[in-house]
């Protein structure tokens, strides 16, 4: 008796199945090579691409968003300020004027500061380059136009900007050559004015968020103590823990619920505790984003050159070389220079007080660690 094996390879059939399937494969992949590859294809450019309907939202409605964004600005200050001086003066005016006057004027010398770094951020044109300029680097593919060193073309303003760092909408401006100290000073006074409403509403708020509460749970898990009042609701005669002073003590439920405070009551308990989370929220943002400028600015580069700077140190490490970024004199020197403080300039006067001082240079040629820049704009190397 035989016995019939079937070897699947040997069937005609299958042998042309699989020569039709291996042909549609590579004309497949023929037909995806032909229409997307690219040499210069990377993860970073298949983001940037995926990007593109964000950048274009960005482009088009970024500079309707920025007066919208300044109004938000100006009335959440104005609202917090109310409330500040309102409330706090009284307060501080009944500990005497020993405490009252060294507040005020603290305070008082916070909020200049603030309001003039802002305005003058808004108001400052960043610098544009002409067109004729002493030094060109390359062309602006928008702009058709000669691009001296570190200027970049701004998408929402349509024009190239002089040492850009970014466009903020806050600002509703760019930030670049002549308006970034102001854009980084407002940042600085901006955060520490709300630490220090913080610091002096925290009495209050702390009064007005446990005190005649129940409160188990404290801290981050504030909020469970609403399922705790919810589940002892059911039992009348309990007795709950509330904050007094620093010490827990037990209290039997309060006979005024806060409904039935006044309207003046609850205005103030409202306000005092709206005041110190946004002054609590604007301080962690602010201080995150000091914080990354800060570094920027003691390594010599704005936020678009520390990406470029990234992507040179990557292609010369392949090569077995080390790149040095030509803008970076040194952490002393570099804040020196961002501050604009040469020609006798100080800390103390033009930092630390309103000025409208300009940056050196003219923002179209750099002195660099290789090259100097003397005052007949004649470059000569080191």
């Known amino acids: 008796m035989k016995i019939l094996r079937w070897r699947i390879n040997v069937c005609q059939w299958a042998s042309n199945l699989r020569l039709s399937l291996n042909t549609t494969c590579d004309l497949i992949k023929l037909m995806y090579f032909s229409l997307c590859y690219n040499a210069f294809t990377s993860p970073s450019l298949i983001l940037e691409t995926g990007l593109e309907p964000v950048f274009w939202i960005v482009d088009h409605f970024a500079k309707y968003m920025g007066p919208i964004l300044m109004f938000i600005v100006f009335a959440l200050c104005s609202i917090g300020l109310v409330i500040f001086y309102v409330i706090m003066i009284p307060r501080y005016l009944s500990y005497g004027w020993h405490w009252f006057l060294p507040n005020f004027m603290f305070g008082n010398w916070l909020l200049v500061n603030t309001v003039f770094n802002y305005v003058m951020g808004c108001r400052t044109n960043p610098g544009h380059p002409p067109q004729i300029v002493p030094e060109v680097v390359s062309i602006c593919k928008r702009c058709i136009s000669p691009k001296p060193p570190r200027a970049h073309h701004c998408s929402v303003c349509k024009k190239c900007v ?210 100097t820049v003397d005052n007949f704009e004649n470059i000569h190397v080191l």
């Open 162 to 371: 002089l040492r850009m760092d970014h466009h903020c909408p806050w600002l509703n401006n760019c930030v670049g050559f002549y308006n970034h100290r102001y854009f980084f000073l407002y940042m600085v006074y901006m955060m520490s004015g709300c630490l220090y409403a913080c610091v002096l509403f925290y009495p209050l708020f702390y009064d007005n968020f446990y005190v005649g509460k129940e409160v188990v749970f404290h801290g981050v898990l504030y909020p469970l103590n609403m399922a705790y009042q919810f589940w002892m609701s059911k039992n009348k005669s309990y007795t709950y823990i509330a904050i007094s002073n620093g010490t827990s003590v037990k209290r039997t439920p309060p006979t005024q619920s806060f409904n039935q405070l006044t309207l003046s009551d609850q205005i103030y308990h409202h306000s005092v505790i709206f005041v110190f989370f946004l002054g609590f929220g604007c301080v962690i943002a602010l201080f995150i984003l000091s914080l990354w400028h800060a570094r920027l600015v003691s390594r010599g580069e704005t936020s678009i050159e520390v990406h470029i700077n990234k992507n040179e140190r990557k292609r010369l490490k392949k090569l077995g070389q080390t790149y040095v970024n030509p803008y970076d004199f040194g952490f002393v020197q570099n804040w020196k220079l961002f501050f604009g403080l040469t020609e006798g300039r100080t800390f103390w006067r033009h930092i630390l007080f309103p000025s409208r001082h300009k940056p050196p240079g003219n923002g179209l040629q750099w002195k660099t660690t290789t090259f």
